[in-house]
Each structure stands twice: as structure tokens, then as C-alpha cells.
């Protein structure tokens, strides 16, 4: 028998509403790797993170390169924070405020709660449809459909609810750490009271951060009686802390907006160190790369010991296709922050464009100390491996190789390059061993991927520490399009 239109629109319904809270799987972001504003972001979390009993070394914190005001964590222990975010913040005190707020979701498993609170939430939204669908089988069609249709709102009722419950959670967990640390929680509520207007938007026209955070009077009320009753609530920032907010604004503007409009907020006028930093970025990206040396040349006859400046003269002068003038500013930036990859990166590359047999050496040096701290780093890994190929050694060129696939997600590639490295590496090496776990750890992905006809050079990218070969030198905001991994409930910046 065919089916009747008012037979297809309850199953219709049915799908619309059970799609509705179903996990998003993935989002496209394009994340951005500094040196600087990493470690910066990284000082403002990690006494946070040890606060709420987390070992710093497990989070992964994530900058993305978009101008939305937004902030949220994903599964693995993952934060990601929008560069829009970081321009909006006017103090310190107010981006340490919505960390602590993150870290709270992770300390409290908000995360993994979500997926059992989507599963609740769609408990009425079941029965009414259900009821609805008696209704139509009574030959109430249209108070059928009517139940039918109001299933989503209670469903989204419900799990907003629970939302609202994890956000003030949130909230009193970040003013517990921030208390523990010495700081005062007034930044989140100042983060908080300077966009309630947002709670009267229309969805559409809210920021993602607040639609994913949703505010309430209750919810500020009861975090401003918190604060109040802190020990360290006026407790300020202190003159470096708000420079070094001011620098991570400054290098976000100048390499990320256009060079007019960096301009236009950093006037020569202003003479102070952040809006000379921002100009002599945004004069290298003119590009006008002379006038860009002159003027960083100038920060650092001010600031010798500032690694961020040294690496910047590196960068134009490595870019301008001088390696060799390269060389001595990037020595200066690792040897002033010997723990920062990227710039062991930076360096390595400066340095192994010399050719000489000496200078390969130095270079592979440089990359597997940066290797030592993020042994995730695809383009070291692909460094290392067009170093070992100059320098005669293929088996390690293949294994390198096989481990910047590997950390991009490329599984069916790591196979290959892992099962070419074998017979050429020396039997029971440390190389060969790990040539053989990357082959057995991969084999199955190799097996579907050649069973299924797919290309081998098309990698399931995830999120990574990772730049691609090809990419601009890391270390001064490069970036590259990832798909983040996104569980229930983390879609357009939730954090649940």
C-alpha cells in the first residue's frame, strides 16, 4: 500500500527531531602555531590546571585563527581558544578567567556527561512523539503533528537546562582555582557583565561563546556573591601580565589583519612597545621587508633579551632569502627559550639551508630536541627526513617519513614509508623496532584503505601540533586547516 502524506511527515519528524542532539563528528578550523603566544596562554593555564588537580603536561591548548569570540574543550583533554577571544579580553585577569572557567569543564567530566545528558533529553522528546503518533492513529491528525513537532523543544528544554547547571558549575569551579592560585575571579565576572547584553539576543546574533555559555541574572548574581567572598579578589594584574597580553594582541592584529587596518590602531603616534611590535609586523607583511628588519632591529637594540624579537628578524631575513643572515637571530631566540619547538624548528631550517655537511649535523640536532618536546610535530618529523636524505641515510628518511604521516593521521602512508624503512634500517635497532610498531599499529588502516580504493595520500586530518611540509616556517603564527574533533554536544564552541 502506498504511503499517505500524513504517514511520511511523523517519520519525518521523528528524523528531524532525533537528528537534532545527535554528536556533530566534526568542525573545520584553522589553527595557528606561535611560539609566543603560546607560552604565554600556556603560563596563564598550566597553575590552573594544577589547581584542579590536572597535570598540565595532559591538556592540549589550541589557537585558533578566528576573529568570533569563543573558547571551548573537546574529548583527549583539549582546549581551544578563538584569537577573537584573546583581542576581546582588556585584561589578563579576564582571559585567565574563562581558562579557569574551561578547566573547570574538564576537572568536572562535563564533557563526557553530555553525550548521558543528550541521552535524557530526548526521553520526553520520545514519549511525545509517541503520543503524537496515537493521536494520528485516532484520526487526530493535526493535534497528532502539533505533539509531534513540540517534541524538539523539549528536548532542547531539557538538555539547556542541564547546560545551564554545567556552566554555573563552571563558574564556581574557575574561581576556586583562581583563588588557589592568588588571583581574583572579578575578570570572569567583568567577562561576564560586559556582554550580558548578549542574553537578550536573538540566537542567531549571538557570539558562539554565549551560545554555548548561555548567561543568566542567576548565573552572574551567583557568581559575583563567589568573588565577593574571595580572599584575593583585589588582587590586579601585574605590569608584565598586561604587557604580555598587550604583545599577543599586538602580534594577532599585525599578522592577521590587513596591514592598513593595523595601521590605523597602532598609529606612529603611539611610540609603546606593543604598537611598535604590531607595525614592524605588519610592515614585513606590507610586504616591505627592509623598513620591517629596520624596525625590529630597533626592538631589539631595546630588548636583547627577548626571544620573540630575535625570532622575528630570523623570519624576515630567512624569508627574504637570506638563511645565512637568518642563522645568528634564531641561535639567540632558542638559546633565550631553548624549550620552545618551534623555534628549534625555525632554527633547524635556517641553519640546514647552509647545505654544508656541518650544518645538516646541527640541524638534525636542533630538530630532535624540538622532537623531545613535541614528538607529534609532523613537519620536524618532515624535516628530519629530508636532512637524513641529503645526508645519505635513506632508512631514516623512509622512518621519518613515516612518522610525520602518522602524526597527520595518515595511516595508509606511515604503512608504506614504515614497511620501506624496515629492510634498510639495521635489525633490532631502536629505528628498526619503531619502523615495525608504526607498520603493526597501521596495518589495519592499510588493509581497508586499499581494499576501499582510496588514495593514500588522502589523510583523516585530526588535530595536531602539526604544520604541513610546504608551510610557511612555524613559530610566527602559521597556520593550517584541521578538522577538530568534536563530541556531543561541542558543536560551535559548546564545552560541555
Not at 96 to 115: D, F, N, P, Q
Request: glycine residues 8%; charged residues 20%; proline residues 6%.
Amino acid at each position: 500500500m502506498p504511503i499517505r502524506p500524513s504517514q511520511k511527515l511523523p517519520a519525518l519528524a521523528i528524523a528531524v527531531a532525533a537528528l537534532c542532539l545527535q554528536p556533530v563528528t566534526a568542525s573545520a578550523q584553522t589553527l595557528l602555531r606561535d611560539a609566543e603566544i603560546e607560552q604565554t596562554l600556556r603560563s596563564y593555564a598550566d597553575p590552573l590546571i594544577t589547581a584542579a588537580d590536572l597535570d598540565p603536561k595532559d591538556i592540549k591548548v589550541f589557537l585558533i585563527g578566528d576573529r568570533s569570540m569563543n573558547a571551548f574543550v573537546t574529548g583527549g583533554q583539549q582546549m581551544f581558544y578563538h584569537t577573537g577571544l584573546i583581542m576581546e579580553a582588556e585584561k589578563p585577569i579576564q582571559l585567565k578567567g574563562v581558562i579557569a572557567h574551561e578547566t573547570g569543564h574538564i576537572a568536572a567530566g562535563h564533557l563526557a556527561r553530555s553525550s548521558e545528558a543528550i541521552g535524557n533529553a530526548m526521553v520526553p522528546a520520545y514519549i511525545t512523539m509517541a503520543l503524537g503518533l496515537l493521536a494520528i492513529a485516532g484520526g487526530a491528525g493535526d493535534a497528532g503533528m502539533a505533539l509531534i513537532a513540540s517534541s524538539q523543544q523539549f528536548a532542547m528544554l531539557s538538555f539547556f537546562t542541564y547546560t545551564r547547571v554545567q556552566e554555573s558549575n563552571a563558574d564556581q569551579l574557575a574561581v576556586t582555582y583562581l583563588e588557589a592560585t592568588g588571583q581574583s575571579g572579578r575578570g570572569l565576572l567583568q567577562f561576564f557583565e560586559k556582554f550580558r547584553y548578549q542574553e537578550v539576543m536573538a540566537e542567531a546574533r549571538r557570539s558562539q561563546y554565549f551560545r554555548s555559555h548561555p548567561l543568566s541574572a542567576d548565573r552572574i548574581a551567583a557568581l559575583q556573591r563567589r568573588v565577593n567572598a574571595q580572599e584575593y579578589k583585589d588582587v590586579a594584574d601585574s605590569p608584565q601580565a598586561v604587557l604580555e597580553l598587550q604583545m599577543m594582541q599586538a602580534k594577532i592584529h599585525g599578522f592577521l589583519e590587513p596591514t592598513a587596518r593595523t595601521y590605523s590602531a597602532y598609529p606612529v603616534s603611539d611610540q609603546s612597545l606593543p604598537a611598535r611590535y604590531a607595525r614592524a609586523i605588519a610592515t614585513f607583511r606590507a610586504p616591505d621587508i627592509p623598513a620591517g628588519v629596520s624596525q625590529t632591529q630597533a626592538l631589539i637594540d631595546e630588548h636583547p633579551d627577548n626571544p620573540w624579537f630575535h625570532e622575528l628578524m630570523g623570519q624576515m631575513l630567512f624569508e627574504r632569502g637570506q638563511a645565512e643572515q637568518a642563522v645568528g637571530p634564531y641561535r639567540r631566540a632558542v638559546e633565550l627559550a631553548p624549550g620552545s619547538a618551534l623555534l628549534q624548528i625555525g632554527f633547524a631550517r635556517a641553519v640546514a639551508a647552509g647545505g654544508t655537511p656541518a650544518a645538516l649535523v646541527e640541524a638534525e640536532t636542533a630538530l630532535r630536541t624540538a622532537l623531545r618536546i613535541e614528538p607529534d610535530n609532523a613537519f620536524a618529523w618532515t624535516q628530519l627526513a629530508q636532512i637524513a636524505d641529503s645526508r645519505g641515510q635513506p632508512g631514516l628518511a623512509r622512518l621519518a617519513t613515516a612518522e610525520a604521516a602518522f602524526n597527520l593521521g595518515d595511516m595508509p602512508r606511515a604503512n608504506r614509508f614504515a614497511q620501506a624503512a624496515l629492510p634498510i634500517l639495521e635489525t633490532g635497532s631502536p629505528q628498526w623496532r619503531r619502523a615495525d610498531d608504526i607498520l603493526e599499529i597501521t596495518r589495519r588502516a592499510a588493509i581497508r584503505a586499499a581494499r576501499d580504493g582510496n588514495p593514500p595520500n588522502r589523510p583523516r586530518r585530526q588535530v595536531s601540533t602539526v604544520l604541513p611540509g610546504g608551510a610557511a616556517a612555524p613559530g610566527l603564527l602559521s597556520g593550517v586547516p584541521v578538522t577538530v574533533p568534536v563530541a556531543a554536544g561541542e558543536h560551535d564552541g559548546h564545552d560541555h
